[in-house]
C-alpha cells in the first residue's frame, strides 16, 4: 500500500508513476510490462485544513495537536479500513512534500513506527532536537527505508538534507538532489523516490557470489528470493521468465560455467522449454566452454531441423571464427564448411569463401583455397558475407 498526503497534487503523479512501475501487461504476444516494482494501490489523503493538519513543529519532537489527529486518523481508520476492505500485503509507504514531508518524517521517530516506507521531498529543518533525533534514526533503519529529495532551487527546503547527506551511510537511507524548485521536484523526484523503496524488487546482486558457496542450488536460490519478498513486502512472487535471462548472462559474463549449467537446467524445467542450440553455443563460446560449444557446432550440423540450418547457414563467420580462432585448428574449420556445403549445396558459394579466406589467412591447404575462390569467381552473386572487393583481395 502507498499512501500520499496532499492528494491534489501528489495521487495523480504517484498514481502514474505506480501504474507504470508495475505495469505486468501482455497484449498480443508482446510484453507491455515493466513490473520494476511490486503492483500497488495508491491511496490520496486530501487535507480539510492542510495549515492546521500538516503544520510542522518547530520547536520540539513530535506532533502539534492538529498533526496529531491526522496521524490517528491514518493509523487507526484509515489503514485498518484499507486492510478489511482490500487485499493488502502489510507494507506500507507514505509520501510527502513540504509540510507533509515533515509530517511522514516525524512518523519515524514515533514510539511504534508504523511504515516501512517513507519518502519525503522538500524537508525544512525542524528543531535542533528533531534534527538530531532524525538523524540518529536514520542510522539504525533496519529493513525499512526513507528517500529524501531535494531540489537544488528549493532555498530554505534543502539545508537540511544536505546536511544529512555527509553524515549517512546506511543502505536503508538515500538522499538525492534534483535541478528543481520547490513545486518541480515532486514529479521530478518520485520516481527515483519508488524506485529505492522497493529496491530489493527483482534484485539478483548478491547471486554471483552466493554461487560461490559449495552447497549453492538455484532452486534453494530461487526459494529464498521467495522468502526475503514475502517477508520484505509481505508479496508471494517468484523469478520471472526475463530475470533467467539475465541471470543467466550474468553468469557468463562473469564466466561462471557450474552456475550457468544450474540455471539453464533448472529454468528449462522451471518453463517448460528448451534454450536453441544456437543461443548455448554462443553463450559457451562466451564462457570458455570450448569443449561444449564445438559439441553443440556438431550436434547443428547432424540436425535435420530446418531451423538449425537457417543457424548454420546464416552465422557462418561466427563457425568459422570459432574453429579458426578460439579452437586454432582452422583445418577443422575448412572442414566444418565442407561438411555444410555437402549437406546443404545452395551454400556453396559461401562456403567457398569462407573455405579461400581460412586457407589465405591462416596459410593452410592452399591449394584448395584457390579451387573455392576460383569457384567464388566464377559463380558470384551478391551475399551478406562478402562482395567481388573481398574476392579481388583474396586473389
Known sequence: MIYTLDRQSLFPIVADYVKHLGNETDEDGYDLGTNSIPAAIVVGVHHANRGEETEPNFEGIGYLPGPQKLYDFLTRELI?????????????????????????????????????????????EGSDGFNERLENRLKVMGERSYFLGYGFKDNEFNDLAKELSGKLDNEGVLISGYNANHGDLPVVSLLDGLKFTFR???????????????????????????????????????????????????????????????????????NDFEYQEIILFHYRKELGDLDGAKSLAYRMLSSDEKMMGRFLLGQLDAFVDFFAKDLAVPLEAIEFLEKIARKYPDSRLTTSYFIANTSRAYNVELEKGKMSLKYCVEHYEGNRFFDEKDLGELE
Open 80 to 124: 485498518p479500513y484499507v486492510d478489511s476492505t482490500y487485499s493488502t500485503s502489510g507494507y506500507d509507504v507514505i509520501i510527502g512534500h513540504s509540510n507533509t514531508a515533515q509530517f511522514v518524517t516525524n512518523s519515524l521517530l514515533m514510539e511504534k513506527v508504523v511504515f516501512d516506507g517513507v519518502i519525503a521531498l522538500s524537508l525544512v
Open 200 to 270: 530489493d524488487y527483482r534484485n539478483f546482486e548478491c547471486l554471483i557470489s552466493a554461487s560461490k558457496f559449495v552447497d549453492f542450488s538455484v532452486a534453494q536460490y530461487v526459494d529464498d528470493y521467495g522468502q526475503r519478498m514475502k517477508s520484505h513486502y509481505g508479496i508471494l512472487t517468484d523469478i520471472n521468465e526475463d530475470d533467467y535471462g539475465y541471470l543467466i548472462v550474468e553468469s557468463v559474463n562473469n564466466r561462471n560455467v557450474n552456475l550457468f549449467n544450474e540455471l539453464i537446467k533448472y529454468d528449462e524445467q522451471k
